[in-house]
DNA sequence: CCTAGATAACTGGTAATACCAGTTGACAGA
DNA sequence: TCTGTCAACTGGTATTACCAGTTATCTAGG
């Protein structure tokens, strides 16, 4: 079973060169990491619950018997991977667990790559491809009402031509799609891959936006997979989300030629 | 294309109820985050390289006009994150942006829902089999080379009896097969999972090791997969793969139950 | 009595300072 | 040349203080 303790040694013994001899590099524990671990014990045993508040840091400070530096360095640390929401002046309160602050962080690293986008939309299909597989096994009346009404909201949104609106819906439809799929690593990933996009747009890439006379086309796809759903096929659903990501890919590639050329022409 | 405007709006407009007025919350700029911002700029653009010193605290703090808690705090994050690399006493020291000491603090929320586990590893199916998908397109002689010595590695390995160096042989023989994927994210996220495995085992769960009768076993279909991409025959070495991976869950599954009974009987 | 506005007691954000412990490198003695 | 010591770093922690924003209370005015 040497394929599990692989995992074991991974990163124990590739960093360091002395692996042959047993010893280990000693790292000193550090006060912040200290209080980090009780912080998220106590989440993982239900001694805090999502919404609550927790204490000032003052007291905090006191309770821990460490100094008010000590602790502060730890709530930034759960601020940043999105396991608290602090409100100067207000308090601090524990939230579900989101990734989204720390990928903020990261999000300029990454697409200073080449051609990340390109991946991150690839990688977008590959998740909820694999969300529609699962999503046969396990799929109830209460996933198809959430799937149906992010649609109801996407045909009022093309409607009321409220493109907004219609962006909200159509990412609450694929979350339900995931949510269906009643796998959280899934779900997890979903999130990280929703906030890359957000920074990708934010920063002024793929701004392939406004021109929604494909509005009315992405709706009948969307319903398309709804109506497979409701008619349990789930085959059939899967290829439709296939197909519908496909198309979204390359209408991006379509934008993304034509936003490069002239930039060259530029140079 | 409604499709993209989707993830601007998404932690825009999700998080508050007036997103029908237009006006967002307003959240104070902390001076960490300015720091941070400064500090990922400079590694985008190439001011800061691997491997390089970043001057001390106090040095910092004059530079940014800040004072030292403010300092600490950004390089708290940026230690989180995986970015540097402090060491007390010595210095801080830039490094390959690593996800693993932010896994470090989440695995424990993580591992606490059921059948955590399970996700984990089909999910490794996932992106290592589209690895295995995306491998035709692009293989080198230097992927196949990689992939050899590792098998190579993990044949001396199997020979000296050595559970452990043969691990190290088979994470470097998946490792190489990602790497030959040539897909930046793929990678990353097989970073997490493998960080999130080593997690695990060091938690007490999934202790499938030590029962090596299977090594060799395991040798035969790694070696079975590099064959198979020496003859640049990618479906036999993408389904060979899909096989192999499929066995190491049962395995897993196997174990889970085998220690799960004596658990219970236990009450 | 009720409400509007001021006030006081919070909260987190930042700063300045000091001291400790570990690392490093140079220097002096063997 | 080697070795041990020591001084000058480094980051880790603690203490204290003050500022700005929030919140709740209380008071003065209606």
Known sequence: MIAFQVFFWYTETM???NHTTGFKPIAPR???QSILEQFVNMVC???LKTGEKIPSERELAESFQVSRPSVREALRVLEIIGLIDIQPGGGAYLKELSISPFISVIAPLLFSRDSFDLELLEFRELIEIRAMELIGERFTEADLD??????KEMGKALEGNDP???AVA???FHRSLLLASKSYILQKVLEVVVSLFEHAIRGGRSLVLQEHEDARQLYEEHKGIYEALERRDFNLARSLVQAHLTMVRGLYART???KEIPAESAL
Chains 1, 2 share one sequence.
């Open 164 to 166: 907004e609106a219609g």
């Open 15 to 17: 960093p360091d060169k």
């Open 170 to 172: 159509d990412i609450a």
């Open 30 to 32: 550090k006060i912040y």
């Open 146 to 151: 959430a799937i149906g009404s992010s649609l």
């Open 256 to 258: 993304v030629t034509a």
């Open 45 to 47: 045993d239900g001694s």
